[in-house]
């Protein structure tokens, strides 16, 4: 079977950016189950998927348009420390996670430290990066019907939510 839209496909990746590796689900063991066309996966990866079946290996590249985006000036903005978990600890250059008012997360970078308030840079940390994925295709089957509704793929065992 073909990967596509409606598909599930598991798989292991690997990111490289830069040369450097920034994930890998080989280092949680298990593999990444991906119900296509719906979203869940970059652009530039979810095409570079279709039409290749189970067994395969695939190394994509995939442009900054293609994956998390350009990086756009203007995103700097000033926060309170206090909307920072562990503010002290932040350093120009580093990623946390901030809560939104509105529920769910946005990762940022911090870009300036200062007494009572940190800059971060709004973009998302692997915005304007040329990503290379090393992916290995475990399955490829048909999507069921609750997932279909869900609009994303169930990982064995993990049926009932
Ligand atoms: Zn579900």
């Known amino acids: ?13 690997t990111l490289t950016v830069d040369g450097e590796k920034v994930e890998s689900s080989h280092d949680r063991s298990e593999q990444l189950w991906i119900l296509l066309g719906h979203g869940q996966l970059i652009p530039g990866l979810e095409k570079a998927l279709e039409g290749h079946e189970a067994g ?17 000036e203007g995103q700097i903005q ?18 946390t996670v901030l809560q939104l008012k509105e ?12 007494m009572s308030a940190i800059d971060v840079d709004l973009n998302h940390p692997m915005a304007g990066k040329a990503l290379r994925f090393d992916v ?5 089957r048909e999507a069921t019907e ?10 064995p065992g993990a049926e009932a939510h």
């Not at 079977?1 to 598991?10: E, P, R, W």
């Not at 000033?78 to 990623?95: C, D, H, I």
């Not at 609750?146 to 990982?155: R, T």
């Open 146 to 155: 609750e997932e279909l509704k869900h609009g994303h793929a169930h990982a």
């Open 136 to 140: 290995a295709i475990g399955e490829v």
């Open 103 to 114: 529920g769910g997360q946005r990762a940022v970078t911090v870009h300036k430290v200062g």
């Open 56 to 72: 395969e290996t695939l190394e994509v590249d995939v442009a900054a348009a293609e994956g998390y985006g350009e990086r756009q």
């Open 1 to 13: 079977m073909k990967a596509g839209k409606d598909k599930v496909i598991s798989l292991h990746y």
């Open 78 to 95: 000033r926060m309170s420390k206090k909307y920072f978990p562990q503010a002290n600890r932040l350093k120009p250059g580093m990623v």
